[in-house]
């Protein structure tokens, strides 16, 4: 019985449907099927509040009917006041679920807002970066047609490489490389430059310039 009372509350989603019982918070911060944040807990039903709260009704109307037939009867007040202090756990108990019940629902509610409350304060610090990124890239698009055209800037936007491309549109397009290696000859000067680098440092991808233009890469299966 301990183990029962002491058991969080149920969580469910509201957007698939899926019921579980959280672990750490009496509130889970997303859905673990959908990942959703639309979490709540679902009240105690209504079969359940009528089982509490018939116990200590039950306990009144047998108070009342013994307490009628001991009057019908002509009995004493000793057999009434020993039928209620046999019948006043009964109603003690039943006053204490209800407040047991009460308190954790208010336990819930609170621990249900405080997760609301950090779900806003999230979607609130996502949705400005969202919006600070996209200020972003628009401000970097206008850069971009401004100095290379609306045709070029589109595909440096896309992060596009292509032969002929020069060297500061390359890190434009995909950023600094990882490493470079550059090679020196009488006319001409060869720079390698390496991207996409895995948990190893090993990279994925292998441009090649020569005279500050690209001439060819090299994209290896990550």
Not at 4 to 31: E, F, L, T
Not at 200 to 219: D, F, P, Q, T
Request: with cysteine; hydrophobic share 40%; net charge neutral.
């Amino acid at each position: 019985m301990a183990l029962r009372m002491n058991q969080r509350p149920q969580n469910a989603c509201r957007d698939c449907g899926y019921v579980w019982n959280p672990r750490g918070h009496n509130v889970s911060a997303s859905c673990p099927r959908c990942s959703s944040l639309n979490v709540y807990v679902p009240g105690v039903g209504c079969t359940g509040c009528l089982v509490v709260a018939m116990i200590p009704a039950i306990a009144v109307v047998v108070l009342t009917v013994v307490a009628v037939v001991l009057v019908a009867a002509g009995a004493s007040g000793g057999p009434l006041a020993i039928v209620l202090v046999l019948l006043s756990p009964f109603v003690a108990l039943g006053a204490y679920l209800l407040w047991r019940h009460q308190d954790a629902a208010d336990k819930a509610r609170a621990e249900q807002e405080r997760v609301e409350a950090e779900q806003a304060q999230w979607l609130a610090y996502h949705q400005y970066q969202h919006d600070s990124w996209t200020q972003e890239q628009d401000q970097r698009y206008r850069r971009l047609v401004a100095t290379c055209g609306e045709e070029t800037a589109q595909r440096l936007m896309q992060g596009q490489i292509w032969v002929g491309q020069r060297q500061e549109h390359l890190y434009e397009a995909l950023g600094h490389p990882l490493k470079v290696q550059e090679k020196v000859l009488r006319s001409k000067n060869h720079l390698t430059c390496f991207y996409r680098p895995d948990a190893s440092g090993r990279c994925h991808l292998k441009v090649m310039l020569e005279n500050g233009e690209v001439i060819g890469w090299e994209a290896a299966p990550e």
